[in-house]
């Protein structure tokens, strides 16, 4: 399963919850077997880096709305082979990650 798709399924059930509001627009969501189901769309969260690159801050003293685990990249040496130099490459791996998740009333725009 994609971030998207894990961030996606954690928005909807903050809904239902009552944790997070709806945007007031619809989405369809494909289910396993097929069929399309209209919901309502819940608010964005995202994490604290990625408001950051959206140009927003946290605001002092805010908790996290939500935290789960989403997919993270790593990058390592592989181990060294004197016989195939040319594989002595740095090697991608990917793991799950506990990540925390706020809500656009819990950020402000960064001042310039």
């Not at 928005?11 to 969501?29: D, F, H, P, S």
């Not at 069929?35 to 969260?45: A, D, N, Q, S």
Request: charged share 30%.
């Amino acid at each position: 399963m994609t971030n998207n798709m894990i961030i996606l399924m954690e928005r909807v059930r903050l809904m239902k919850e009552g944790k997070i509001g709806n945007t007031g627009r619809y989405i369809e969501v494909e289910r396993k077997d097929g069929t399309v189901e209209k919901l309502m769309e819940p608010v964005e969260i995202h994490t604290y880096a990625h408001w950051k690159a959206l140009g927003y801050q946290v605001k002092r003293g805010e908790k996290a709305v939500a935290s789960f685990t989403i997919w993270k990249s790593g990058k390592g040496k592989s181990e060294p082979n004197p016989e195939a130099p040319e594989e002595n490459l740095e090697k991608t791996s990917m793991f799950m990650k506990l990540s925390s998740f706020f809500t656009p009333d819990q950020v402000e725009a960064i001042r310039a």
